[in-house]
């Protein structure tokens, strides 16, 4: 018998490869890069991409359930060599159900060549962030070193977190991409495009000087 709660699961797996076919269209998956995840409410456990799947290819069966701590649950499969920053973002936000991760021109080449955090003001598109009613809003995304050791690099995040006086929309690795998220999937892809659309815009305002 199938239950309710696996029929929600299928449900959200369907509209996380949407969204993620929708991204690497866009040019903001290519091949193998980027990871994704959910969780269903009040659950600690949660599903995320399995590491090394192009994301044109990707389907539902190839999400897998981890723990809290990001180990596979009753699955040989690798999760996403990232997960473990997935595991710190859920642990200090827990409204969100959603955690998305893009590797874009526009992302690596502005967290790259920022010294600091990349700061947005004054576009009617900030909006599009859930609890943003104005353009009149100045809000910065950090900028964290990129680093292939997870345990470190979430540490870093985790601690940034902890002294921030509120919690980012998103952050960047240097080098390397854009972690947003949401309360739903729904929310974290519009997190994305919003980011994506302001990126491009700072670069542009950047070359046009
Ligand atoms: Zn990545």
């Not at 920022?114 to 943003?132: D, N, Q, S």
């Not at 997870?150 to 240097?174: G, H, N, V």
């Not at 998220?181 to 495009?193: P, T, Y």
């Amino acid at each position: 018998m199938v239950t309710e709660q696996a029929i929600e699961i299928g449900a959200l797996k369907t509209e996380m490869v949407q969204a993620i076919r929708f991204f690497h269209q866009q040019g903001w998956a290519p091949a193998t890069s980027s990871n994704y995840s959910f969780r269903l409410p009040g659950q600690s456990d949660f599903f995320v991409s399995q590491s090394g799947v192009d994301k044109g290819q990707f389907q539902s069966q190839h999400f897998m359930l981890v723990d809290a701590s990001g180990k596979a649950i009753d699955d040989p499969r690798k999760p996403s060599a990232e997960t473990l920053l997935h595991c710190a973002i859920y642990d200090l936000l827990p409204d969100v159900h959603c955690i998305l991760h893009t590797h874009t021109v526009n992302n690596t080449v502005l967290s790259q060549s920022l010294a600091g955090p990349l700061t947005l003001a004054g576009y009617e598109i900030l909006k599009g962030f859930a609890g943003i009613g104005t353009h009149d809003v100045n809000i910065a995304i950090p900028i964290f070193p990129n680093s292939q050791d997870m345990s470190t690099l979430s540490q870093e995040i985790i601690d940034y977190f902890k002294q921030a006086a509120s919690a980012p929309y998103a952050f960047l690795l240097a080098g390397h991409g854009m972690y947003t998220w949401g309360n739903s999937i729904a929310d974290a892809k519009r997190h994305v495009e919003v980011m994506e659309f302001l990126m491009h815009c700072e670069v542009l305002k950047r070359t046009m000087r």
